[in-house]
């Protein structure tokens, strides 16, 4: 008898069950030690050609599939007799017996917001958690009385330009903290409502196109000029930010012909780069002049990440890290900043009426990069995905941004694969 059919012989006749045990005894053993599995290796190896062995295919793995339901016989805890229990299974039983579920759950809570976003929130609320402190009580869990009573302060101060930042900021840690805000009436979305209503659009930065990009490297004057304006624009192709940009290790960085392969940010549990992207060449696009360039540096580049990724590869050398600027302030000094004048400063000097902030900023590189994609057509969850942004607003502000001011940025598809699916497609419809 065939491991797995047992108490199968009364559904068939004597003719077909002749069949079945002699379809799956032509099997070798190691194929699969359930008879589902050797059902389905009997059906791409050796599929009956006439209708009867077809249906009576169909027959026995319909059985098969609705007595699957049932515990094995014979197997510990249910488990199908022979099989043993795997690393993985045991592991996970040490891990249920030795931590809580309070840890799981915070430790599933911790990645539904990246890191830098993160640090934002951090940062923004604290003045709330020591408003909270001075008054006695917890800042979380919060409620809408308090959130409704801290967006009045931010109201009364009129001198704040993002208060419903502050409040999102508020309500994020306190789910980030495992706490439900009680809010069946909806008020949270009035009160972000109404601080927004009459409030002008937050100073964030501004993007970096195509056309800055030209400023900037025609400023160029040095090498160290030259090495910071090729990171800011390595930040710009892969939607990085800046303390990510500078982690990225040489050996991370696969340059092969007509293509570029990024990684960066590793993962503890797998021992692998957690992310990439790969880029491909691209042509037709204008190159970069350097009018001045100093010795060693050349008079051009072109506005390509495989180009761009294989300069910075070159100049590290033997260096662990790409980048040259390893630390924020280094790489802010080396653009200008702050009163220096620098390669990004230029970019400043006739600063909007009523912004108190520059237009211009290390940021604006990946605010550039995700504005130049949504102009050129590229899907929006495509965009988000490639900036590790774990909500839509962000880069529904930015669509908004490119919307309202169409010629911020130039339409260039530097991110450019073409998935298998695509090409694929692409025959079909030419044969």
């Known amino acids: 008898m065939v ?30 030690s359930g008879a589902v599995g050797r059902m389905q290796m009997w059906a791409l190896v050796n599929p009956p050609a006439d209708p009867s062995g077809v249906q009576l295919f169909g027959r026995l793995q319909h059985l098969l ?39 799981a759950r915070a430790h599933m809570r911790s990645r539904y917001t990246t890191e830098g976003t993160k640090r934002t929130y951090s940062s923004n609320t604290v003045v709330y958690r020591e408003w909270c402190e001075g008054k006695g009580v917890p800042p979380y869990p919060t409620t809408v009385r308090r959130l409704e009573t801290f967006a009045g302060y931010l109201l009364l101060m009129d001198g704040y330009k993002a208060p419903s930042g502050m409040i999102s900021a508020i309500v994020s840690e306190n789910a980030r903290a495992g706490w439900v805000l009680d809010d069946p009436a909806g008020d949270v979305g009035r009160i972000l409502k109404g601080l927004k209503r009459e409030s002008p659009d937050p100073e964030s930065g501004e993007p970096l196109g195509l056309a800055q990009f030209r400023v900037i490297f025609g400023r160029v004057r040095t090498v160290g000029a030259y090495q910071a304006a090729l990171q800011l624009l390595g930040e710009h192709f892969t939607l990085l930010r800046t303390s990510s940009m500078q982690s990225v290790r040489t050996d991370q960085v696969h340059v092969s012909e007509g293509k570029v392969k990024v990684e960066w940010g590793v993962s503890k549990a797998r021992g692998r780069c957690s992310r990439h992207l790969t880029f491909e060449r691209v042509e037709l696009v204008p190159p970069l002049c350097l009018p001045e360039a100093p010795d060693g540096v050349p008079r051009e580049v072109r506005y390509c990440p495989v180009a761009v990724f294989t300069q910075l590869k070159g100049m590290a050398g033997d260096k662990a890290l790409l980048c040259p600027y390893v630390t924020y302030p280094s790489f802010r000094e080396a653009l ?74 130039e339409a260039v598809r530097f991110y450019n694969p073409v998935s298998l699916a ?10």
């Open 3 to 32: 491991q797995g059919l047992a108490g199968l012989e009364g559904s068939f006749s004597v003719d077909e069950w002749r069949k079945v045990t002699g379809y799956l005894a032509g099997l070798p053993e190691h194929t699969s």
């Open 336 to 409: 200008g900043g702050a009163g220096k004048p620098g390669i990004l400063s230029c970019l400043n000097e006739s600063r909007p009426a009523g912004r108190s902030r520059a237009a211009f900023v290390t940021h604006s590189a990946r605010i550039g990069g995700c504005c130049t994609l949504l102009k050129a057509g590229m899907d929006p969850m495509q965009v988000k995905k490639m900036g590790d942004w774990s909500a839509d607003s962000m880069v529904t502000y930015y669509g908004d941004k490119v919307l309202r001011d169409p010629d911020c940025v």
């Open 65 to 103: 599939r609705a007595r699957g339901s049932e515990p094995s016989p014979g197997g510990p805890e249910g488990r199908p007799a022979g099989k043993r229990e795997t690393t993985r299974q045991r592991a996970l039983k040490r891990t249920l017996e030795k931590s809580s579920e309070e840890e």
């Open 422 to 431: 695509h090409m694929y497609t692409a025959r079909v419809r030419a044969g």
